[in-house]
């Protein structure tokens, strides 16, 4: 860290005023005692870089940094159940900001929640909390912020409080009630790393916040473990219209700093503000002060808790008996199973599992409606730096929702209660999601197969394109499914839907050069996509798979035009760059397709995501071996988990990145299509075709 001379000296003088270990050092008697007083820059370098490690073990940024704002620089809307509070500028500006604090104010402010001014702080700002914090943390925390964060001037926005609450006098009383301003005292009873855990849980880390119930007068019921009311500590909260679980007694030690370093482990993964707390806060801790947080809260004992934390992962079972035969199991299988799986094992890394997850489980599903209503991200940490999302799913309605969230909580071992359509149109008022999808594509609902008049036949035919290769095994010659490109068995708008296509046939196929039945259309894709052999016409597994293409067409007419049908179309002057497309693939593909584009298998072999190349993938004779109509598909479909496009949060990459990425992983080696020699017997072949 480098330092002008006239930093330099101001921050000596600061030092001076605030560190009086420093100031009164003996000094060794060869030296002047005056060269002692006067700090290094290696003394400057420690306390800064001492403050900055105390900021982040506060989580300073998550709260004073506004969404796109300049960090620290306040602004962050907070919501009460007494009004809206915005947290505020603590950049050294002298105008807007501290530069102006003394430590004494400062210091005031951090333990007693009152601002040089003299008025009184909301206790929004966890000051009950910080008030534990060392002599020597509060000091290095003081030179960080004036000396290692930049000055922002942004005025402070007051806070919109409904009466009384916005009466502040009321909070001396508050605080004479409920606010201890005694810095941390070790128990001697406790071993170091349990204290060191104590300390940093109770104060700086101020995790009681949220995780700790809160009384009449919005109080923390307990600000520790200690006496009667210790029972309350950590014992789980909603806040902002999250659950903040139960800390009490949590996983293995090993678990729990997996979760705070990375922000997932084997039983869950981080949801809304905690996934702030993981990316700007907990994965910044040494491993000794991970290993003594979690070593305290797995001392904690267990109390009564709407959450309590398995010991063993729930392993991946087989898709629930009602999968297919219930509107909850239908629209499951249609919206989430692709990111958690049929068998709820999810996708290590990227999407959680929901088998034994204790947010599906918790008897309070507060945070199972918000995430569902308004979406979710991964926190982004050193270990995990690519962030997933999940797209909010509001423009479902309440009852699909309910239906969805009630199979969920019953399947997989799962034995949380049914949700109610009453409960989610509680939580969507609260919340009010916005839906920023504007297609005009109607995404059609397979829980309304099961209303079909040939409801078994019409099932039957979906689950044929879902789960194609396990149900026609010697039909399908590597390991794909119909929905490999049909993506959620033909209902998403722009990954090659079904909805309206039987209204099409026949039609001319250029390929062919002859008109073309949808039976033989379907049989082309089993020839070439899964490169396998021709479904017998009459069978009931091709009327089944007509029929299932005759319920998606709805009241299509052959003159319309569908919204959303096929992959669209990408400017075929875009020049492929097959160098640039393996670097996005690498860094884009390859977490699902593998390095070598051999698909993404569990341990035990099962397949997670299709190969792109090699013996299992698809033929040259397929479409999605031509380059731009596989770039098409990448631009609107891949990746997924990447934006908040419903239903997948799929696409991003630029036209250029598609259609380079396309080139490069469709002239990979793959199997050859025997009767490629037949195709476009009338002319018209595509530039892009592999033959």
Partial sequence: ??????????????????????????????????????????????????????????????????????????????????????????????????GRYTFEQFDRAMREGVSPAGYNLYPAMPYPSYAKMSDDDMRALYVYLLQGVEPVNKANKEADMSFPFNQRWGLALWNFMFVDNQPFVPDPTKDEVWNRGAYLVQGLGH???CHTPRGLAFQEKAMSDAGSSGKHYLAGETVEHWRALSLRGLWTVEDTVQLLKTGQNRFATVSGNMADVIQHSSQHFTDADLTAVATYLKALPPGKDDLPMPSVPLQP????????????????????????????GGVKAMFPALAGNPSISSANPTSLLHITLTGWQTAETVAHPRVYTMPGFARLSDQEIAEILSFVRSSWGNTGSAI???????????????????SAFETPRLADLLSAPNAEQVVRGMRLHLQTKELLPDNVGNSLNCTSCHLNAGTVADGSPFVGVSAFFPSYAPRAGKEVTLEERINGCFRRSMHGKPLP?????????????????????????????????????????????KVVYAKQCAVC?????????????????????????????????????????????????????????????????????????SHQPRPDFPDKVKDWPKGGKPVDARY
């Fill in 420 to 438: 109610s359509a009453a409960q989610v149109k509680k939580m969507r008022a609260n919340l009010n999601p916005k839906n920023t999808d504007s």
């Fill in 317 to 344: 079972a087989k898709s629930p008996d009602n999968q297919f035969t219930s509107r909850g199991g239908l629209a499951y299988t249609q919206f989430c199973g692709d990111c958690h799986r049929p068998d709820g």
């Fill in 537 to 581: 016409v009459q069978s009931a597994d091709m009327q089944a798979m007509v029929a299932y293409f005759d319920w998606m067409k709805r009241e299509t007419k052959p003159e319309d035009k569908v919204a959303g049908r096929g992959v669209g179309k990408i400017d075929p002057n875009i020049k492929p760059d097959p160098q640039n497309g």
């Fill in 207 to 209: 995790c009681g916040s």
């Fill in 593 to 665: 397709h593998g390095d070598d584009g051999q698909g993404l298998k569990r341990e035990d072999g099962t397949l997670i995501y299709p190969p792109l190349w090699g013996d299992e993938s698809f033929n040259i004779g397929a479409g999605m071996a031509r380059t731009y109509t596989a770039a098409a598909f990448v631009k609107r479909n891949m990746p997924i988990g990447f934006h908040e496009k419903f239903p997948l949060g799929q696409g991003g990459l630029s036209d250029q990145e598609a259609v380079d990425v396309a080139e490069y992983f």
């Fill in 1 to 98: 860290m480098a330092f002008s001379l006239s930093r330099l000296a101001m921050l000596g003088a600061t030092l001076l005023l605030l560190n009086p270990l420093l100031a009164s050092e003996p000094a060794p008697a060869t030296e002047p005692a005056s060269q002692t007083l006067e700090p290094t820059l290696e003394d400057a370098d420690s306390i800064i870089e001492r403050g900055k490690y105390v900021a982040q073990l506060g989580d300073c940024i998550a709260c004073h940094t506004d969404k796109k704002g300049a960090e620290m620089a306040g602004g962050l809307e907070l919501k009460t159940p007494m009004g809206t509070i915005y947290s505020s500028n603590i950049t050294p500006d002298q105008d807007t900001g501290i």
